[in-house]
């Protein structure tokens, strides 16, 4: 099997435990990659939908037994806590199976960068909303989710690819659109207050990855909605991966190259 050799990889805002997970893309991801860092940036168990009904099938188990494997393996496996799994955030500086528990930390890739990782639910006071949630309607949102779950069940059957309905219909919301340029704004502050070349969070489902005033904002996105994540190659580049859509030209990248065959010597009369 082809795999990924990366420095890192950034995942964030898996919501485990819920119906919404793409656990199926996200195991085949960890599955077909391999790395020196695995920063799991909150939201990866989601612990709110317990009080309303707990979703959890083998796939589910799969993805947790697969990240502790990293862990065994030798990968070093950091989980910094949000604001759907916070009371492991009582746990900071504990480790269980191999995999850390931080509040947040610094990484520093290859190239000499220093990037901030937090979950980014920390920034919802500064943009004057609990969550994005709230400009759209939490409500509105859930049946998004519905309508998205419902939407992929028939590309699949008629042979199609995952598509985000849910995503699509969020970039045409004024207010949404608007909430992610505060969000942004806000976690380039923070990266600035704290002297870093720039941070990385998840927590509001919306990859990116961009530069302003020499700093740098990177969000990996989720695995409800994009089943994305952010990964830093060997030579130090950060890039998106949008598994769901790019998979197979990024198993293409990772497969060797065919061995030139030197042609046959014809001896000579």
Known sequence: MSRLQLRAIFISDVHL???????????????????????LLGDIVDFWKAKSGWYWPQLHTEVAQAIMEKAR???????????HDEWLRDYAGAAFNGIEVRLGLVHETATGQRLLLL???????AVRCNRLLSHVGSGFYD?????NRAYNRLR??????????SSWVKGR??????????????????????????LVCGHIHQPALLH?????????????????????NSAGELQLI????????????????????????????
Request: net charge negative.
């Open 17 to 39: 435990g819920t119906r919404d997970a793409q656990a199926e893309h996200l195991l085949d991801f960890l599955r077909h990659t391999d790395s020196d860092y695995l920063y």
């Open 73 to 83: 393996r030798g990968t070093r496996v950091i989980y910094v806590p949000g604001n």
């Open 119 to 125: 979950h980014g639910d920390e920034f919802d006071s």
């Open 143 to 147: 049946v998004l989710l519905f309508l």
């Open 156 to 165: 699949r059957r008629l042979g199609f690819p995952y598509w985000s309905l």
């Open 173 to 198: 919301v004024k207010n949404a659109v608007e909430y992610v340029q505060r969000f942004e704004q806000a976690a380039l502050h923070e990266a600035a207050r704290h002297h870093v070349d720039g």
């Open 212 to 232: 302003a005033g020499g700093l740098c904002y990177a969000n990996p996105g989720d695995w409800v909605e994009h089943c994305s994540a952010l990964v830093e």
């Open 242 to 269: 949008r598994w769901a859509e790019e998979s197979l030209h990024w198993m293409n990248e990772a497969a060797p190259a065919p061995v030139a065959q030197t042609p046959a010597t014809v001896p000579a009369d």
